[in-house]
């Protein structure tokens, strides 16, 4: 399933184009908000921000997080990478950055934000939606790229069914469509893509909107978690 999963991230992103359409809120905030007013718990959340910049900016970024940041360097044959971790410290949230240099001068740097925790209430809303603002302010544009996911833990879900038909009425679900496994021994029962106006960012697949992907998962004693995120996942699930 993993392989799969990959594959069709790396197919949407090949295909896609991204477009603005209808009215933006908080994406992290709507994907924790619903998940809480069902009853079902937080096992963790994570909000990715990316950006394409030149390798002088991205040389530029590095040299301002060292200064406040624990590094550490890796390289291939293609790229050198930087995994930045503040030493800052804000209650039950991490903050990753990373900084990805091309050694081909002809292709642009990446910088990659990631902010995640374990838990959601409102005074973690209230440090994300700083932590967020300042990366934003310091290192990214308007042009960078977000993507938000949560995953439940098995406790307390109700049922697949009932589950879908809530998250089509809660964020007014649009263009809908159910990717079914059929893989051995899979945990996974199925993969829900759809399109909400509630956030700015969406894919154009096949002449469709899409930016809201669900995966439905089940463990040995028949228990269900999912996996929610916009506007695409991009981790493994």
């Known amino acids: 399933m993993k392989k799969i999963s990959f594959l ?19 994406e992290m905030i709507e994907l924790a908000n619903f998940t809480l007013s069902n009853g079902t718990p937080i096992e963790n959340w ?37 995994l930045l971790r503040e030493d800052k410290q804000y209650e ?14 002809a292709i642009k740097a990446e910088i990659i934000a990631v902010i995640e925790g374990t838990k959601w209430n409102e ?17 990214l544009t308007e042009t960078s790229k977000t993507f938000a996911c949560l995953t439940t833990d098995f406790s307390g879900i109700i049922k697949s069914d009932v589950l879908i038909k809530e998250i089509k009425n809660y964020y007014n679900l649009q263009h809908i469509k159910t990717q079914f496994d059929t893989l051995e021994n899979s945990t996974h029962k199925k993969i829900v893509y759809g399109y909400t106006d509630l956030w700015k960012e969406s894919f154009i697949i096949d002449g469709t909107p899409m930016n809201l992907q669900l995966a439905v998962a089940t463990n040995e004693k028949e228990e269900l978690k999912y996996t929610i995120g916009t506007p695409i996942l991009i981790h493994e699930y």
């Open 123 to 139: 005074q973690i809303e209230e440090s994300y939606l700083s932590i967020k603002h300042e990366i934003m302010d310091k290192y």
């Open 8 to 26: 069709l991230v790396l197919i949407l992103l090949i295909n896609a184009k991204p477009v603005v359409n209808g009215m933006e809120s908080e």
């Open 92 to 105: 039950e949230i991490q903050i990753t950055h990373m900084v990805v240099i091309p050694k081909d001068k």
């Open 46 to 82: 994570q909000v990715t921000m990316k950006e394409s910049i030149t390798i002088k900016q991205a040389e530029k970024h590095l040299a301002e997080m060292k200064n406040g940041s624990f590094v550490t360097r890796s390289e291939d044959e293609n790229t050198i990478k930087y």
